[in-house]
C-alpha cells in the first residue's frame, strides 16, 4: 500500500498521532487500522484507485498489509512510548516526513546509532510539548532546557547502556 506522509502530515497537517495512536502509550506506535483511513476516505477520494486496497480491506474485514520501513531485530527491546515520553521527538529516529512521498528509511536504526544518543541524549531531547512537531527550532537556550529535561524527565544516561536497556 503506497502512503505519502508527504501529503497527509505536510500538506494536511495530520499528527503523527492520528494514525500510530499507540506511541505515547505502547512499546509499538502501531500501523493505521482501516478505519482509521476511512475515516477520511469514506467521504474523499472513494473511487480512487490507488485506495482500492483499503476499500478491500474494509470489505473483507482484512487488516491493510502494511510494508514495513523501519524495524529492528527480534532480539532487541525497542518502546516508542519510553522515547516519546522522555521528549525524543518522531522525527529524531524517522526524519523528516512530511517531506516522502513515500516512506524511507531516514536512519540507521543501527547498534552504534541508538548507542550514541543513549550515551549523549541531550542533543535530542525537547520539550514534552513539541515532540510531534516537525522541523521545530529550538529556542536560545536550549541547553539549559535540555539539562533542566534530564532531571525533570527522569533520564539516566549512566545506565542507558547497560545491555538490559535494548536486550531482554
Same mark, same amino acid.
Given at each position: 500500500?503506497?502512503?505519502?506522509?508527504?501529503?497527509?502530515?505536510?500538506?494536511?497537517?495530520?499528527?503523527?498521532?492520528?494514525?500510530?495512536?499507540?506511541?505515547?502509550?505502547?512499546?509499538?506506535?502501531?500501523?493505521?487500522?482501516?478505519?482509521?483511513?476511512?475515516?477520511?476516505?469514506?467521504?474523499?477520494?472513494?473511487?480512487?484507485?490507488?485506495?482500492?486496497?483499503? *476499500?478491500?480491506?474494509?470489505?473483507?474485514?482484512?487488516?491493510?498489509?502494511?510494508? *514495513?520501513?523501519?524495524?529492528?531485530?527480534?532480539?532487541?527491546?525497542?518502546?516508542?512510548?519510553?522515547?516519546?515520553?522522555?521528549?525524543?521527538?518522531?522525527?529524531?529516529?524517522?526524519?523528516?516526513?512530511?517531506?516522502?512521498?513515500?516512506?524511507? *528509511?531516514?536512519?540507521?536504526?543501527?547498534?552504534?546509532?541508538?548507542?550514541?544518543?543513549?550515551?549523549?541524549?541531550?542533543?535530542?531531547?525537547?520539550?514534552?510539548?513539541?515532540?510531534?512537531?516537525?522541523?521545530?527550532?529550538?529556542?536560545?537556550?536550549?541547553?539549559?532546557?535540555? *539539562?533542566?529535561?534530564?532531571?525533570?524527565?527522569?533520564?539516566?544516561?549512566?545506565?542507558?547502556?547497560?545491555?538490559?536497556?535494548?536486550?531482554?
Amino acid at each position: 500500500m503506497p502512503f505519502s506522509h508527504k501529503h497527509h502530515v505536510g500538506q494536511l497537517g495530520i499528527d503523527c498521532r492520528y494514525c500510530h495512536n499507540g506511541v505515547e502509550t505502547s512499546s509499538s506506535a502501531g500501523l493505521p487500522a482501516t478505519e482509521v483511513c476511512m475515516t477520511c476516505h469514506s467521504q474523499l477520494f472513494t473511487n480512487a484507485g490507488m485506495l482500492a486496497p483499503v *476499500r478491500a480491506s474494509l470489505a473483507g474485514g482484512k487488516p491493510i498489509e502494511w510494508q *514495513r520501513v523501519n524495524g529492528v531485530p527480534d532480539f532487541v527491546f525497542f518502546n516508542h512510548a519510553i522515547h516519546i515520553n522522555k521528549g525524543v521527538a518522531c522525527e529524531t529516529c524517522h526524519g523528516e516526513v512530511d517531506q516522502m512521498p513515500l516512506t524511507m *528509511r531516514a536512519r540507521t536504526l543501527s547498534m552504534e546509532w541508538c548507542l550514541g544518543c543513549h550515551r549523549n541524549p541531550e542533543p535530542n531531547l525537547r520539550p514534552l510539548q513539541d515532540v510531534f512537531l516537525m522541523h521545530w527550532q529550538p529556542p536560545a537556550d536550549i541547553a539549559e532546557i535540555r *539539562r533542566q529535561l534530564i532531571g525533570m524527565l527522569d533520564i539516566h544516561p549512566e545506565t542507558m547502556t547497560d545491555c538490559y536497556v535494548c536486550h531482554r
